[in-house]
């Protein structure tokens, strides 16, 4: 992983290059159509699609033009550079978080690694299309709850990546016996996790409700690790998501992890007790 101090894109700045990248393709250009359409040098163009260099405004807006970016498309792009240098980011929204946000589905494609610990429900990615509308029907509007089981199910192609990121997931026992819809959906569910629990890059961990309070007792959250970046520490709640990208925060969020990875059921103790819930609503 890159250590050089200060030469590492932030959250902002990733979602910068990505949107930027994104622009470029819609509009049927690769890096050197578009160097030659701006009489640039290519190379200077690639580190601006980036998003992680210096560079003016006049260049952005000019590369924003060139690709015919659209006004509400182009103002958000021009607000991340204006922030691009700043770690962590609050993301606010008018109603419910989206499903998901394009900032955590962005670098979810590109972590090597997703931990993740999880009290109420279970990990997006890992619910079946009758779980996912279940706990959809308590919070989003009705318009919205199908497209949104179908974005959801959309995360599940994570797992088809070759190679697949490293994922590890804690989950409360509370999760398993949580009543989501009818019987026959956490019936359902649960084997899936069951089937899903025998890959190779994904690891289930129970934490037993006997253990207590525990060291995941604040709240859900996710952890991704990459290639070339830094971590990111993604927190969400019905309005908003957080960012977290600091050294210090990452830190305790290990830590956490950590001890959860102490505490918790081994990987087969943790299939044996989902078998168990399983046969119990069977």
Avoid at 43 to 51: D, E, I, M, Q, R
Avoid at 133 to 161: M, N, P, S, W
Avoid at 195 to 213: N, T
């Amino acid at each position: 992983m890159v250590k050089e101090k200060g030469t590492l894109p932030t959250v902002r700045s990733r979602e910068l290059g990505n949107g930027l990248r994104a622009a470029m393709r819609a509009s049927g250009m690769g890096v050197r159509d578009l160097a030659r359409r701006l009489g640039w040098a290519h190379p200077y163009v690639s580190h601006l699609l980036s998003g992680n260099r210096s560079y003016s405004e006049v260049d952005l807006l000019s590369v924003l033009f060139a690709c015919d970016v659209k006004q509400d498309e182009r103002q958000r792009l021009l607000h991340l550079a204006g922030e691009s240098k700043t770690q962590g980011w609050l993301q606010q929204y008018d109603s419910v978080v989206p499903e998901q946000p394009r900032t955590f589905l962005d670098h979810e494609r590109e972590a090597v690694s997703v931990s993740g610990m999880h009290l109420v429900v279970l990990p997006k990615s890992l619910q079946t299309e009758e779980y996912a509308r279940a706990t959809l029907a308590h919070g989003a509007k009705a318009k919205d709850t199908e497209a949104r089981v179908r974005a959801r199910l959309a995360r599940q192609d994570v797992f088809t990546r070759s190679p697949p990121p490293r994922m590890v997931y804690f989950l409360h026992e509370a999760v398993l016996r949580a009543t989501v819809g009818d019987r026959a959906t956490l019936s359902g569910q649960l084997h899936h996790l069951l089937r899903m629990s025998v890959r190779p890059s994904l690891e289930l961990r129970v934490i037993p409700s006997a253990l207590g309070v525990h060291a995941g007792h604040a709240g859900s959250f996710t952890l991704m690790e990459f290639a070339k970046y830094e971590p990111v520490v993604y927190l969400e709640s019905e309005v908003s998501a957080v960012f977290l990208e600091k050294p210090h925060q990452i830190a305790a969020y290990r830590r956490i992890l950590a001890a959860l990875d102490s505490d918790a059921l081994d990987r087969k103790a943790s299939q044996e007790l989902i078998t168990a819930v399983a046969i119990e609503h069977s």
